[in-house]
């Protein structure tokens, strides 16, 4: 068997239906619209409309809360930063700052400042300077011997 011989099962495949070709066809003239209405015409969309009944969208509760105004933190977590030191993509015995974790790829964008959190065991010494950090993290940093200095003072409860 040659690939120029290859053929699906028959049946496998229709073709599709050409509508609007003329009466041989049998979906010509209307193409399978019916008479007249705002069905019949292009541009219709009246997906959601249910004959009057109230729509499902309508009845289902308002929910949730979304604040334009929060800060969105890209997060680190102390066990990822261990990893990224063992792994020799950041230097422990030089300062770790916002554009260091960029580069090394452990943080993809800084948005509203870089956030250090506890989860995973850091044993190197590290130095850094980010904008914000919880206090376990920083108490982990302290307890390897290095020491952390976050930008906003209020991100550290």
């Not at 209405?37 to 959601?48: I, P």
């Not at 010494?125 to 300077?129: A, E, F, G, Y």
């Given at each position: 068997m040659k690939l120029n011989q290859l053929r699906d099962n028959p049946g496998a495949t229709k073709a599709r239906k050409r509508v609007g070709r003329g009466p041989g066809s049998g979906t010509g003239k209307m193409g399978g619209r019916g008479i007249k209405?705002?069905?019949?015409?292009?541009?219709?969309?009246?997906?959601?409309y249910?004959?009057?009944?109230m729509p499902l969208y309508m009845r289902l509760p308002k929910r949730g809360f979304n604040n334009i105004n929060a800060k969105r933190h890209a997060v680190v977590n102390l066990g990822l930063l261990q990893k990224f030191i063992d792994a020799k993509k950041i230097d422990a015995k030089k300062p770790i700052t916002e554009a260091v974790l960029v580069e090394s790829g452990l943080v993809r964008?800084?948005?509203?400042?870089?956030r250090i959190l506890s989860k995973g065991e850091l044993t190197s010494?590290?130095?850094?300077?980010v904008t914000g950090a919880s206090k376990s993290a920083v108490a982990a940093v302290e307890a390897a011997g290095g020491k952390i200095t976050t930008?906003?003072?209020s991100a550290t409860e």
């Open positions: 209405g705002q069905k019949s015409r292009s541009g219709v969309a009246l997906n959601g249910e004959g009057g009944q964008r800084v948005r509203d400042g870089v010494k590290v130095d850094l300077t930008a906003a003072a």
